[in-house]
């Protein structure tokens, strides 16, 4: 009776107290959750929030800056004074110490001048509009007061937060970003009128230095391990738990159930920290008129009546499946004066057996006698027999049926672009091997341009699951399977060089020497090279060429998993000075949408 009294209790508090309905939904979707009994309580804050016009002007900023640079480190929460630490709130105190806000800031009605004094700060790092000292020490006073109430309420110890108030606008930007920035910043007028409320948010904080992912497409699960995805949900990914998870798979935690298993990567998008914070109660601590709201998650919030920041994020985060460079409106040709210029074309290969049917499709798939059966009509009409037996393609799959589709609708559209391609190599995974068939089938120049599979173009081997590396089909195998593979080729970086578990940075330097040896072997010798390998490669192949230092590993991982099935970049020799750079590819990005099994007898049950 006591574990269902402390569950419903913490149902309550991770709605927000919204409602009675709000908690049993709740509770009934974590029915399973490992952790429903466990009483680590939530971490808190207390922020002051911006609404009126002002909310308005710092929400186009976010949009504006986000669309110009990209998304920085302040994206991850929106517009904000910190007015306390992160504390920690047992589930049966939650209730005190909202009522803690409240009276706090009833006391403080009146009190704090309108508006807000703010002034416009930046550095090389970080852009910021920093509250006037007189001012800050008086929203330091009302912090204060509220640690004092907290703690004689909710028992709770609160530390006011000693440093500058201020509103973070950027930090952890690129150098190059800083003047867009900074004049970004200066259109914000910090005189608009404004109401600013005390919002006390919670987060769980077994998730709080985990990556945050949303839901974009229902999964149904296909093996014991994996999680059932619901459009909406959010993930909590953690870097340190991935590896059991292989190249295209994730592993992560459902908001929304607190089950944990696999899940297909190209299902998520990107989200922010706080889009999963819950509310505890917001108060107007200027205007006394204004509502005060309580209960309910970040994400469903309506601010002085408009919507917040996180569904904003939401539609400039719809998700996009167009590689590291901005899309073409138009397909064009190529001009005559580029042709005399060397280009390098980097694409992943296209959709995976394993990540649509699972991991343990090749169970599924074989027969007792090893003999390929096939399923669905997205499972390819046979396969190249391997001299080690199928159950190598536990480690190297084959592309899809749809796959195959994808590969030849970028070689038509290079074809319609009056792009010729010269060379083409590829990472010795099937599935690379597969993807380059049908790129030159696309182009036509199938069984005219042969493919050399270079096994320094694989990827992190830190990815690869277990002790050892994937046997891969020989090239003259992959011939006689008629696959237009050059037998001649001696690769720059053989098998035998690849070490399981390399470090990031042996695998960003074997990417870089095997690419700047790929353009000196073709120059001279034909304009364009494509490099048909993984999402990482994108990155790992071209930002070296270009003089830019290598990212950290984090960012690193979080650039590769944006890129989707034949996400394709562009490079371009800037003249005779072996410097390169990211130009318009010569074709369209390709969108689609996930497509899921269906069992027609299901109907039959329906009655």
């Given amino acids: 009776m006591w574990s269902l009294f402390c569950a419903s209790l913490k149902a309550l508090v991770s709605t927000g107290g919204k409602n009675v309905q709000a908690a049993c939904d709740w509770l009934f979707s974590h029915v399973d959750d490992p952790f429903l009994d466990d009483p680590l309580p939530r971490e808190y804050v207390l922020y002051l929030r911006p609404s ?31 007015l306390c630490q992160f504390f920690m709130c047992a589930d049966g105190k939650v209730e005190a110490l909202s009522d803690a806000l409240q009276t706090t800031v009833a006391k403080w009605k009146g009190r704090i001048s309108a508006p807000l004094p703010l002034e416009l700060y930046t550095s090389s790092t970080f852009i910021g509009l920093f509250v006037e000292e007189q001012v800050a020490d008086v929203l330091k006073v009302f912090a204060a007061d509220f640690a004092t109430e907290a703690a004689a309420k909710a028992d709770v110890h609160v530390e006011p937060h000693k440093k500058q108030l201020h509103v973070t606008l950027a930090y952890h930007f690129q150098a190059t970003h800083l003047p867009i920035l900074e004049k970004l910043a200066k259109n ?76 297909p990567e190209n299902y998520v998008n990107r989200a922010d920290e706080s889009d999963t914070w819950v509310v505890h109660g917001s108060h107007s601590i200027l205007n006394c008129a204004s509502p005060s709201i309580s209960g309910g998650t970040l994400g469903g919030l309506l601010f002085d009546g408009k919507l917040n920041d996180s569904l904003l994020d939401s539609l400039m985060d719809a998700p996009s499946l167009t590689g590291l460079c901005p899309p073409m409106q138009v397909s064009r040709p190529i001009c005559q004066s580029s042709l005399s210029k060397m280009r390098l074309f980097v694409c992943r290969h296209g959709e995976r057996m394993d990540v649509v049917f699972g991991k343990h499709w090749v169970t599924q798939c074989f027969d007792s006698k090893g003999r390929y059966i096939r399923s669905n009509l997205n499972m390819p009409s046979s396969l190249p027999a391997r001299s080690g037996g199928h159950r190598d393609y536990d ?57 050399r599979v270079e096994p320094g173009l694989f990827e992190w081997t830190k990815w690869v699951s277990g002790t050892c590396l994937p046997v891969w089909i020989p090239p003259a195998d992959l ?70 230092t290598p990212q950290n590993s984090k960012d690193f991982v979080q650039v590769v998993r944006k890129i989707p099935y034949l996400g394709f970049c562009a490079c371009e020799e800037m003249g005779e000075t072996g410097v390169w750079q990211l130009v318009d590819p010569p074709i369209l990005p390709l969108t689609h949408g996930p497509n899921h099994s269906f069992n027609w007898r299901e109907m039959l049950m329906q009655d």
Avoid at 413 to 438: E, G, K, M
Avoid at 485 to 505: C, F, G, M, Q
């Fill in 479 to 548: 011939a006689t399977a008629n696959l237009s593979v050059d037998t001649t080729y001696r690769p720059h970086i053989p098998i035998s060089k690849l070490a399981v578990s390399e470090s990031y940075d042996t695998y960003i330097s074997r990417s870089f020497q095997v690419t700047r040896e790929i353009l000196t072997e073709c120059k001279n010798l034909g304009n364009t090279v494509l490099i048909v390998a993984h999402a990482s490669s994108l990155e790992a192949c071209t930002r070296q060429i270009q003089g830019l």
């Fill in 395 to 451: 480690k190297d799959c084959p592309i899809t049926v749809f796959g195959s589709t994808q590969a030849r609708l970028v070689g038509e559209a290079l074809l319609d672009s009056h792009a010729t391609i010269d060379f083409v190599y590829c990472s010795p995974s099937l599935r690379c091997v597969q993807t380059a068939q049908h790129i030159l089938q696309g182009l036509q120049q199938e069984g005219k341009t042969k493919i």
């Fill in 188 to 263: 914000v007028d910090v005189s608009s009128g404004c109401d600013w409320l005390a919002v006390l948010f919670s987060r769980d904080i077994r998730f709080a230095n985990h990556e945050t992912l949303q839901v974009m497409y229902p999964y149904v699960p296909q093996n014991d391990d994996e999680l059932e995805l619901m459009p909406g949900d959010f993930i909590f990914m953690s870097p340190v738990e991935q590896s059991s998870a292989s190249e295209g798979w994730v592993y992560g935690t459902s908001l929304g159930t607190g089950l944990s298993g696999l899940l």
């Fill in 52 to 82: 009126g016009q002002l909310l308005q002007q710092l929400s186009t900023f976010w949009q504006q800056s986000r669309l110009s640079c990209g998304k920085n480190k302040a994206h991850n929460i929106f517009p904000h004074i910190t």
